[in-house]
């Protein structure tokens, strides 16, 4: 069982910065960790993901530019540096891990854990 802690959600003025973090706990071997955000009244989309061992990292082409994921193998925890921020970037960002070697994907329905999600709010 993994247990995924998030922190670093608040509200920011559009074309300002927050980061994200998402530290895991437990005994699962983690194969990939991803971030994905749900907006007022909308699906959960994919944002970013990353595999755990080589640091292949994927994004979203919405924040292709303005967002970094990252991982700290040592402190298992994973990171969402997101700057140049956008009204369209409000939501609640959940971080996600997936078990066992299958790697990283951008479809939610194949991570296994979730963490208690994050608002963040950009206001124009």
């Known amino acids: 069982q993994v247990q995924l802690v998030e922190s670093g959600g608040g509200l920011v003025q559009a074309g300002g910065s927050l980061r994200l973090s998402c530290a895991a706990s437990?005994?699962?071997?983690?194969?990939?960790m991803g971030w994905f955000r749900q907006g007022p009244g909308k699906e959960r989309e994919f944002v970013a993901t990353?595999?755990?061992?080589?640091?292949?990292?994927y994004y979203t082409n919405s924040v292709k530019g303005r967002f970094t994921i990252s991982r700290d193998n040592a402190k298992n925890t994973v990171y969402l540096q997101m700057n140049s921020l956008k009204p369209e970037d409000t939501a609640v960002y959940y971080c996600?891990?997936?078990?066992?070697?299958?790697?990283?994907?951008?479809?939610?329905?194949?991570?296994?854990?979730w963490g208690q999600g994050a608002q963040v709010t950009v206001s124009s």
């Open positions: 996600a891990a997936r078990h066992g070697l299958a790697g990283s994907t951008t479809d939610h329905s194949l991570y296994d854990y």
């Open positions: 437990g005994r699962t071997f983690i194969s990939a």
């Open positions: 990353i595999n755990w061992e080589g640091g292949i990292t």
